[in-house]
């Protein structure tokens, strides 16, 4: 069974960055989706970023609200993806999640969290003064 660990969140300031990373235990993806969610108080769960690879082929794709600020990667060789998140503003606040699938996913389904297979439990990121 496939887990997904999250790490890096906390406080930062406005203007501030923060690195995010999620190892996958329990299995490795030959070719696979990979990326993060995130849900902030009282709204609803929405996409952030996602890698998308099948053998040496990668794809990359963000919300517009990160798009320019936040940055995702892959190390195959430590099965983990890694968001880095420059610039960050108040309306970055929120838990954000881990996801995996073990298929390259087409592209209209990757913004669709129940197309997902595997969730981390989440990691806070808090940007206030």
């Known amino acids: 069974q496939v887990q997904l660990r999250e790490s890096g969140g906390g406080l930062v300031q406005p203007g501030g960055s923060l690195r995010l990373s999620c190892a996958a235990s329990g299995g490795t993806f030959s070719s696979g989706t990979m990326g993060w969610f995130r849900q902030a108080p009282g709204k609803e769960r929405e996409f952030v970023a996602v890698?998308?690879?099948?053998?040496?082929?990668?794809?990359?794709h963000y919300a517009d609200t990160v798009k320019g600020r936040f940055t995702i990667s892959r190390d195959s060789a430590a099965n983990t993806v890694n968001l880095q998140m420059n610039n960050l503003n108040p309306e970055d606040t929120a838990v954000y999640s881990c996801?995996?699938?073990?298929?390259?996913?087409?592209?209209?389904?990757?913004?669709?969290?129940?197309?997902?297979?595997?969730w981390g439990q989440g990691t806070q990121v808090t940007v206030s003064s």
């Open positions: 996801v995996a699938v073990s298929t390259r996913l087409i592209l209209s389904r990757v913004w669709d969290g129940e197309n997902y297979d595997y």
């Open positions: 890698i998308r690879w099948s053998g040496g082929n990668k794809n990359y």
